[in-house]
């Protein structure tokens, strides 16, 4: 029984960018359904919980979330819980017996049974569930595009889905599935739709994109970059995550050769020591990292790297450690993300013995972020004084008028387009005019003008400064 009466849906969402994506897709799929989003739980008729397996922190949150979910369908019986996501492919039914409040759980190639699910556990009372790792394009979410002119100014796509590589520490491959790439045409389908509805930037998501193998004739992650960087109307692409195994020659000259394509590139490395990268299955070198980050600045000298870490995983010894601090010296990282290790349960690293103590852990993984700090601190500092390209994202704070945005390269950008009192005299139609200079979406020129840890200050500069590369058509 198709639900076409005006109902609210809350969509709580865990985890990665991909999660993120999953969220916005099943949006508008229910939006075809009648579903309006509102801003809380109390509050609406369908709770969809999209949930991360990645850390145990992140399943604890889901099991505490769907706890208040519990409370308040007490207060108000009609309401459904939905639960999809890397937590609901690895526990499936197993989930009701925590949270009993949960009426459909979808897995995450399962996503496009999600109304019908719903209307199932409406029409029957009974709690349902569908977790098949459905193959090729069915393993993609299709949800109707955007209104026209009701995009932000950046996307996600998602172009692959599941993982072939195993390492030792994920559970990715057996939550997600196997590596299967989205056909290139359904893939610029779906930018050319975002770009109608005012998108101007999108990134390119899949646990391992470098792999990306799409469509009868095997277009390649470069081709297919190449294709979208054709798109007209679109002003940036940006893509994650990348393994450093899988960066080929080709990819790395497409910084060199494409237009929209952002110098940044995510290569997450975990540790620098190549026993712990052989105990962590990771299938490259310290060495051989090292040389694809030299080749990557011989294509492109500016190009940003940021990087993931895993800090005390099973076996690593103060020693491994130091060769984590010497490989990030040497890199000189633009940004990195980094976490003690913890154990998830299914992954063969969780059967490991020699785990490293906890406080041990933490000191190291404190280090690796001071360190970590200064460089970017240092790097962001070299910025001041120099114009940068920024593609606006909206306002910074609500209550200041005061903009952000992000680089080509990545780093978060927060401008104030006037003082403040000159912005209080303006009138109504000046201000206006001013706002819509900086709408999402618009590129400004901005003076760097202060630099921090986490981000960088400036005024919008009208002028073409010398020396600077503008980015981007
Ligand atoms: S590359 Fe490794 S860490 Fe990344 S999703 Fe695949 S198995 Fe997990």
């Known amino acids: ?77 009609g309401m459904m819980v939905a639960v999809g996501g890397c937590v609901a492919q690895q526990e499936g039914e197993k989930i009701r017996k925590r949270a009993p409040c949960v009426d ?44 026209a002119g009701a995009g932000p100014a950046s996307a996600f796509v998602t172009i692959m889905q599941g993982c072939d590589n195993f390492c030792a520490y994920c559970v990715v491959p057996r939550v997600r599935g196997r590596e299967v790439s989205k056909p290139p045409e359904s893939t610029l389908a779906e930018i050319e739709n975002l770009v109608a509805a005012g998108v101007r930037e999108v990134t390119l998501l899949g646990q391992n994109v470098n792999a990306y193998c799409g469509g009868a004739g095997g277009c390649d992650f470069p081709e297919l970059l190449a294709r979208v960087n054709a798109v007209e109307g679109l002003r940036r692409i940006r893509f994650t995550t990348s393994h450093p195994k899988d960066l080929s020659e080709g990819l790395m000259a497409a910084f060199g050769r494409l237009d929209k394509l952002c110098h940044h590139i995510h290569l997450p490395v975990q540790s620098g020591s190549d026993a712990v990268l052989a105990r962590m299955n990771r299938k490259y ?15 492109c000298p500016d190009i940003a790297i940021t990087s993931d870490f895993i800090v005390g995983f099973p076996g690593e010894s103060e020693a491994d450690f130091e060769q984590t601090l010497s490989l990030m010296d040497a890199v000189r990282f633009d940004g990195v993300f980094a976490f ?6 299914g992954a063969p690293a969780a059967r490991f013995r020699n785990k490293v103590d906890p406080a041990a852990s933490s000191r190291r993984l ?70 819509d200079q900086f709408r999402p979406g618009r590129r400004v020129r901005v003076l760097i003008e202060a630099a921090f840890a986490h981000s960088l200050r400036g005024k919008p500069e009208p002028r073409e400064a010398k020396g600077e590369k503008s980015h981007a058509a």
């Open 366 to 435: 404190e280090r690796l972020l001071n360190f970590q700090k200064t460089v970017t601190t240092e790097k962001h500092a070299a910025m001041v004084g120099k114009v940068v390209e920024v593609l606006v994202d909206g306002p910074a704070r609500k209550s200041a008028p005061q903009f952000t945005g992000r680089t080509f390269g990545n780093a978060i950008v927060n401008f104030t387009p006037e003082p403040a009192d000159r912005m209080d005299q303006m009138d109504l139609m000046d201000r206006t005019d001013l706002m």
């Open 285 to 299: 070198s310290r060495q051989i990292y090292m040389d694809r980050v030299a080749a990557l600045r011989d294509h």
């Open 1 to 77: 029984m198709p639900m076409t009466d005006s109902r609210t849906l809350y969509i709580h969402t865990i985890g990665c960018q991909m999660n993120v994506y999953d969220g916005e897709q099943i949006e508008r799929m229910l939006a075809g359904r009648g579903y309006r989003p509102v801003a809380g739980p109390e509050s609406a008729d369908l709770v969809v919980v999209n949930t991360c397996a990645i850390r145990e922190k992140a399943e604890q949150k889901v099991f505490s979330f769907l706890g208040r979910l519990a409370r308040l369908k007490r207060e108000r019986p």
């Open 104 to 147: 459909v759980i979808f897995g995450t190639r399962s996503i496009n049974a999600l109304p019908g699910l719903l209307d199932a556990a409406e029409v029957t009372g009974r709690p349902q569930a569908e977790l098949a790792m459905s193959p090729g394009e069915a393993a993609f979410v299709t949800a109707r595009p955007p209104e």
């Open 340 to 345: 003690n290790y913890s154990d998830r349960p």
